[in-house]
């Protein structure tokens, strides 16, 4: 009996087959094994806070400080002795990399970054720690009213507010006016100063909370708004007149300086370009609340102090750096989850 070989075209199609199999068997396998490497690092996150849980119950419910990101088990100076007793190894992500971790003593956040390019955190507060997922958004009151931002996750992992406070919208470009928002003197809370259009004052604040809604204008050194500066404002969630909801604060200086280099900030484009979609919108004027600058320099705060100035991000068409200016300026406000 003759066997019927198979012809060239048929062979073709088996190859084609066994190709397609062999696919979805590897990306199977791929999704199998991403999804074993995220479980363990849910894992090691919680072996992490349940040991930073041991610590607050024997150190009055805080929390070893660490006030800029580290990682652990590399770089986290203060943390990896305060928790040796409870935690002898420090996990390591199944990739080779670090977990991070951030305190102010009071509140702690640790990071892990999963294979699908989010970030999974916890956040201790007070004793206890929740898993704080950065998708969605948040509701909270802005200027006497209810606001809704969203949230997203930046190059270094944090999870931030998706637009500046009191932006009407995400930025749909570098130049974008809708998404500028309000322009804060520095250590100020919410108190309707920072609109574009408040009223203003010569007279100096001789307390933490003015009580009125007017820029106060300062031409004259330490060009502050306040008649003694106060440097102790908006330092963390708890910080006095942090402007931010609750769970969220002002970012620091090297917060911003990690922003700058995780997404090689060259200028406000690749600023614009960044997940924060950060925005040219300008500052207000200290010695006469004048607008200036909206549409060619964004600069945004942080609650780092250097001598009588206040540190932020500033870009232009040339550069992106963390530089000094007066805490009298007015300048947007964008907010960092604790």
Not at 197 to 203: A, E, F, H, V
Not at 220 to 247: E, F, K, M
Request: hydrophobic share 35%; with cysteine; net charge neutral.
């Amino acid at each position: 009996m003759n066997k019927r070989a198979f012809t060239l075209i048929e062979l073709l199609i088996v190859i084609a087959i066994i190709g397609i199999l062999s696919g979805f068997i590897a990306v199977s396998m791929s999704g199998a094994t991403n999804a074993a490497k995220d479980g363990r690092r849910k894992a090691d996150i919680d072996t992490i806070r349940k040991a930073l849980l041991m610590y607050s119950v024997q150190n009055g419910n805080t929390y070893p400080i660490q006030s800029t990101q580290c990682n652990i088990g590399s770089d986290c100076a203060v943390l990896s002795p305060a928790i040796s007793p409870y935690l002898p190894n420090n996990p390591i992500d199944p990739n080779g990399t670090y977990y991070t971790y951030q305190s102010s003593g009071t509140d702690c956040t640790i990071t892990a970054n999963l294979s699908t390019g989010s970030v999974y955190q916890y956040a201790c507060i007070g004793g206890y720690s929740v898993f704080v997922p950065c998708t969605g958004s948040i509701a909270f009151t802005y200027r006497g009213g209810s606001v809704t931002y969203g949230l997203v996750t930046s190059q270094t992992g944090r999870c931030w507010m998706d637009r500046n406070l009191g932006a009407a919208q995400v930025a749909t470009a570098y130049n974008d006016s809708a998404a500028y928002g309000d322009l804060f003197q520095w250590g100020r809370g919410d108190d309707g100063h920072q609109v574009r259009t408040s009223g203003t004052t010569s007279t100096l604040s001789a307390t933490d909370i003015p009580g009125h809604s007017n820029f106060i204008m300062n031409g004259a050194t330490p060009y502050d708004w306040r008649s003694v500066q106060n440097i102790n404002l908006w330092q963390g969630i708890s910080g006095t007149n942090n402007p931010c909801p609750s769970g969220w604060r002002i970012p620091t200086a090297a917060e911003w300086q990690s922003e700058i280099t995780a997404g090689s900030w060259a200028n406000y484009n690749s600023a614009y370009g960044s997940p924060l979609k950060l925005t040219v919108a300008g500052g207000r004027q200290y010695t006469d609340g004048v607008l200036v600058l909206a549409g060619t320099t964004g600069v945004y705060w942080s609650n780092s102090v250097n001598g009588i100035y206040r540190s932020a991000l500033s870009s232009t068409n040339s550069y992106s750096i963390i530089d000094s200016t007066v805490a009298s300026y007015g300048y947007p406000v964008r907010c960092i989850r604790n």
